[in-house]
């Protein structure tokens, strides 16, 4: 894809060989996600592993009670199209913590006719006064259809710190990003007005929301090695910051689209169960 991240440089570099899903994403999934996987262990000294539960680290739908062992899901014949069990859908996960990140959160999605994601959020611990900056960049049939990015807020009235108002306008001019498409029902409680949200209609857009989406990452994980907790006011803004980050996660939950793509592919038990328990938890 036309002035992406150079795949084969990037997953060298930053580590994405040891992903299951190596080779079955596109090059611009694969390069943005060990560039962003990439950031967290270049900027984060003090970057661990988040307790997940082993079943949620890889699920294949093919292999729901996880028989195959741990490499044995290369062996897995993918289904041919009239097979009841086509498309196969595979999703792996990575989660990390650090001193001020209760949770950072990739994860990479592939489906046997062309469906592919990545979906990433940093959920900042509570007394810690940032944004969640989250994002997606879904493809269907070898291109890119959809892309999402956005510092959610933690302020009832999705309202950003000047700092971020700033950055993330300058990036947006800088790499000529901006919507084509509108926020969904679920997203208006979350979303600031800053938010972007568009279907590419050329390569160069598609690299472009990729440089964006690094670029923010990593102003955000400066921004975070500059912040203290909360002081100020402490009681009120903890309850505040407390109950966006509930609101965020209760917001995403009425996905309806990820729902039904995770139901389709497992059950409606293990669809709810995974987006309750590792895409959209809160303390």
Same mark, same amino acid.
């Given at each position: $894809?036309?002035?992406?991240?150079?795949?084969?440089?990037?997953?060298?570099?930053?580590?994405?060989?040891?992903?299951?899903?190596?080779?079955? $994403?596109?090059?611009?999934?694969?390069? =943005?996600?060990?560039? %962003?996987?990439?950031?967290?262990?270049?900027?984060?000294?003090? =970057?661990?592993?988040?307790?997940?539960?082993?079943?949620?680290?890889?699920?294949?739908?093919?292999?729901?009670?996880?028989?195959?062992?741990?490499?044995?899901?290369?062996? %897995?014949?993918?289904?041919?199209? *009239?097979?009841?069990?086509?498309?196969?859908?595979?999703?792996?996960?990575?989660?990390?913590?650090?001193?001020?990140?209760? *949770? =950072?959160?990739?994860?990479?999605?592939?489906?046997?006719?062309?469906?592919?994601?990545?979906?990433?959020?940093?959920?900042?611990?509570?007394?810690?006064?940032?944004? /969640?900056?989250?994002?997606?960049?879904?493809?269907?049939?070898?291109?890119?259809?959809?892309?999402?990015?956005?510092?959610?807020?933690?302020?009832?009235?999705?309202?950003?710190?000047?700092?971020?108002?700033?950055?993330?306008?300058? =990036?947006?001019?800088?790499?000529?990003?901006?919507?084509?498409?509108? /926020?969904?029902?679920?997203?208006?409680?979350?979303?600031?007005?800053?938010?972007? /949200?568009?279907?590419?209609?050329?390569?160069?857009?598609?690299?472009?929301? /990729?440089?964006?989406?690094?670029?923010?990452?990593?102003?955000?994980?400066?921004?975070?090695?500059?912040?203290?907790?909360?002081?100020?006011?402490?009681?009120?803004?903890?309850?505040?910051?407390?109950?966006?980050? *509930?609101?965020?996660?209760?917001?995403?939950?009425?996905?309806?689209?990820?729902?039904?793509?995770?139901?389709?592919?497992?059950?409606?038990?293990?669809?709810?169960?995974?987006?309750?328990?590792?895409?959209?938890?809160?303390?």
């Amino acid at each position: $894809m036309q002035g992406a991240v150079d795949d084969a440089t990037a997953t060298e570099a930053m580590g994405m060989g040891s992903w299951r899903l190596k080779g079955a $994403m596109d090059p611009p999934f694969e390069g =943005l996600t060990a560039q %962003i996987e990439g950031l967290w262990r270049h900027m984060l000294e003090d =970057l661990r592993l988040y307790p997940m539960d082993r079943k949620y680290k890889y699920m294949d739908s093919l292999d729901p009670e996880r028989t195959a062992g741990v490499w044995g899901y290369v062996d %897995i014949k993918p289904p041919e199209r *009239k097979d009841p069990r086509w498309p196969r859908m595979q999703l792996e996960n990575r989660c990390y913590q650090s001193t001020v990140f209760r *949770k =950072l959160h990739l994860e990479l999605a592939h489906r046997q006719d062309g469906l592919q994601v990545v979906h990433c959020v940093m959920y900042p611990r509570l007394e810690y006064d940032l944004p /969640i900056l989250s994002f997606d960049m879904v493809g269907k049939d070898d291109r890119v259809s959809l892309v999402c990015i956005d510092p959610c807020p933690v302020a009832m009235d999705r309202s950003l710190p000047p700092v971020y108002v700033t950055l993330v306008r300058e =990036l947006q001019r800088q790499y000529h990003l901006d919507n084509n498409r509108s /926020i969904p029902q679920w997203g208006h409680e979350i979303f600031s007005d800053l938010c972007i /949200i568009m279907r590419p209609s050329e390569p160069q857009e598609v690299a472009n929301f /990729i440089k964006y989406a690094i670029a923010l990452t990593q102003a955000h994980l400066q921004i975070s090695k500059q912040t203290s907790t909360v002081q100020s006011n402490r009681a009120s803004r903890l309850a505040e910051i407390t109950k966006a980050n *509930k609101r965020y996660s209760e917001q995403h939950l009425k996905n309806s689209s990820t729902r039904g793509v995770l139901a389709a592919a497992f059950t409606p038990e293990v669809a709810d169960e995974y987006m309750t328990r590792v895409m959209f938890d809160s303390e």
